[in-house]
């Protein structure tokens, strides 16, 4: 199966991501995917997944995943979600576990919306809520760094190293939203989270691009449409916004020829299509 790259300032990340029948989006180098719905076994080694909601297309590798894992006797891994779908996958992954007759292990953690979760040293991640019709959320990964506050700038070596040494801490964090990712929904998800807009990195669903569904249909069903995006064009401050979840019912030639038509000038160098090579 073709899979989709993309990189940007040395972050890679690949997968697939097709309306309706599957997505997935990894990002090797910080150990997590977002959404498991396809089953790749190459991926079985990524440590967390980050899961927007439980539709099969973004959902339905998990079992497989806990249990591909737990037979290889890796490391447990942690699955983010929703905090409304932890008991309804414990019990999904319970009866998984029943039926192949051994053991799953797995941290299923619910989140609520904005908690700070420690990714590694120097990167944490939040969810957002997200508009689909059901319960969904994106997610944002921050990078951190230390810089000197503000107050000790006019202070000279000495000072500060005397200062530390009475336990005092001349740093304080800064985080920058390094990358986020929407899941499903409306385009409000984007319209309404400064960090979301904000982020160098933005995987944005958009399903629709023509008049094949309008966008009034688009939002009947909980899903951004690019003619949204492209009156909403000033909104998005991202360096690179990458375009996932297209309907089955464009060719890749299409999605192309519509992206290329239809892309006002100010997103032009700044948008692409999270789609297979030769596409």
Known sequence: MLTASFEHKGIKFE?????GIRTSIICPSLDFMFDFGFINP???????????HAHLD???????????????????PKIYLPKSLEPKMSQILKLYSEIEGFDYDCDLIGLEFGERVELKPGYFFKPWESFHRVPSQGYTVYETKRKLKKEWTSLSSEEIRNK???GEDPTEEISVPLV??????KIEYVLENEDVRKSKILFMEC???CEKRD???????????FDEIVEHASAFENEAI????????????ELNDLLRKKIPPILKDRVSLFLPPKS
């Open 242 to 253: 990458v375009l996932i979840h297209p309907s089955k019912r464009y060719s890749y030639r």
């Open 164 to 166: 530390k040494e009475l």
């Open 58 to 76: 973004h959902s339905c590798g998990i079992p497989y995943y806990v249990s591909q894992r737990s037979l290889r006797k890796l490391s447990v």
């Open 42 to 52: 190459d991926k079985i080694h990524i440590g967390k997944i980050l899961l927007s």
């Open 180 to 185: 986020s990712f929407s899941g499903d929904t």
């Open 15 to 19: 997968g697939l991501s097709e309306g």
């Open 207 to 209: 399903t629709y691009y």
């Open 215 to 225: 966008v009034s249909r688009a939002r009947e069903w909980g899903h951004t449409h």
